[in-house]
């Protein structure tokens, strides 16, 4: 009953390195979602995908991109990381958007040098 | 305005005590008001919720009280235990931009001391 799975956990970046960071979630829910936190700042929304096929800007979506690969995965790319997109990602699901709860992985750790 | 403004950052409070945390928002709009907990390491998770049209919801130790009029809404965690200690978010949904969106609050970090 793994719910939503993230990895890595940890990743630590050179400036203008890209990388992409992966979800994935067993409960056969139709939207899903990416989130950074930073301390004082709550989480915001990066990019949401209301169903496979579909993908929309949240809040704070420079330089960020993002793949709804099947029903189950959901990708985040940094193309060229910058110290400002240091964060803990989060990658949450729900049946629909809006619907509640979404359900959170458990977090990456991104820190670019 | 889409924000929703929590207070406070922190709170330290005795095992038994009483633990309260605020929330206000200013738009209208918005339709539906969850919390979040969220402990170390992990990502938060649903905690309780309630819709504008109801003034006050309980779930155990877990209240939330919701006055429309002043736009405000509180987390109250009677019995605070040892294991409450976390990082509670507010939340407010509102339906923007063609889909419906959640808004956190910055979190407020709890401690309850045995």
């Known amino acids: 009953n793994a719910g939503v799975t993230q990895t890595p956990k940890f990743q630590v970046l050179k400036t203008g390195q890209s990388m992409t960071l992966q979800c994935a979630q067993d409960?056969?829910?139709?939207?899903m979602y990416w989130y950074r936190q930073d301390p004082g700042m709550g989480l915001r929304l990066i990019y949401y995908s209301a169903s496979e096929g579909t993908t929309d800007k949240g809040e704070v979506p420079n330089g960020y991109n993002v793949s709804r690969l099947n029903k189950r995965e959901f990708s985040l790319r940094l193309e060229s990381a910058a110290p400002s997109q240091t964060s803990v990602y989060f990658c949450?699901?729900?049946?629909?958007?809006?619907?509640?709860?979404?359900?959170f992985g458990d977090g990456t750790r991104l820190s670019i040098l | 305005q889409q924000q929703v403004k929590q207070s406070p950052q922190s709170l330290i409070v005795q095992k038994g005590g009483i633990s309260i945390i605020n929330c206000a928002y200013e738009n209208t709009a918005f339709d539906y008001f969850p919390w979040y907990q969220q402990f170390p390491g992990k990502g938060p998770a649903l905690l309780i919720a309630?819709?504008?049209?109801?003034s006050e919801k309980k779930e155990g130790r877990f209240t939330i009280s919701f006055n429309k009029s002043a736009k405000q809404f509180s987390l109250h965690i009677m019995d605070s235990q040892p294991g409450d200690s976390a990082t509670y978010f507010c939340?407010?949904?509102?339906?923007?931009?063609?889909?419906?969106?959640?808004?956190f609050g910055a979190g407020t970090r709890l401690a309850v001391h045995p």
């Open positions: 409960m056969n829910h139709n939207s």
């Open positions: 949450a699901s729900s049946t629909r958007t809006g619907n509640q709860p979404q359900h």
């Open positions: 939340a407010a949904r509102l339906f923007s931009g063609g889909y419906n969106k959640l808004i």
């Open positions: 309630i819709r504008p049209d109801v």
